[in-house]
């Protein structure tokens, strides 16, 4: 087996484990994106010094705050999690509204029962998603991630 198709075979391995347990997936990929976070802070404030040693005169401010803001995510990746729980679920919400607004104002007299119920189904969900708080992000974000292994994988696997 090539090197190609022994990726694909590892990319479908994890997705699937992804999907099993998808909490501890999740969480992983929120404390890798704390890791990227911090390492773009850190080398941002090594160029800045260089440009300041140049004469330039440049604010550490931003830099700082991807340090910081990498730092609060790896040792606390429920907060980060949370905070995508309660963003998405709001925007889910909203969009539930939205559906609901735009049937109310329509001029359609026979609306399918499809278009009535996905504005509610949105709703519910962005309810659930906030009410599950970190634990139902990284349940989600660990689904996302496995089937996007998978997807890839199986694409790697039939372009070799």
Do not use: C
Request: proline share 2%; hydrophobic share 65%.
């Amino acid at each position: 087996m090539n090197s190609s198709k022994t990726f694909a075979v590892i990319s479908i391995m994890l997705g699937i484990t992804a999907i099993v347990i998808p909490y501890f997936f999740g969480t992983l990929a929120i404390m890798v994106l704390g890791a990227v976070i911090l390492a773009s802070g850190i080398v941002s404030l090594f160029y800045i010094y260089y440009i300041r040693r140049q004469g330039f005169l440049i604010s550490v401010f931003g830099p700082w705050v991807q340090v910081i803001a990498g730092l609060v995510i790896l040792v606390w990746p429920e907060l980060a999690l949370w905070l995508i729980a309660v963003l998405l679920g709001a925007g889910l919400i909203l969009n539930g509204i939205a559906g609901l607004t735009a049937i109310r104002d329509s001029v359609v007299i026979n609306i399918s029962v499809t278009h009535k119920i996905v504005p509610w189904l949105s709703i519910i969900l962005g309810v659930l998603l906030i009410v599950m708080g970190s634990f139902g992000s990284a349940i989600l974000l660990g689904f996302i991630l496995g089937i996007a292994l998978v997807s890839a994988g199986i694409q790697q696997w039939k372009w070799q």
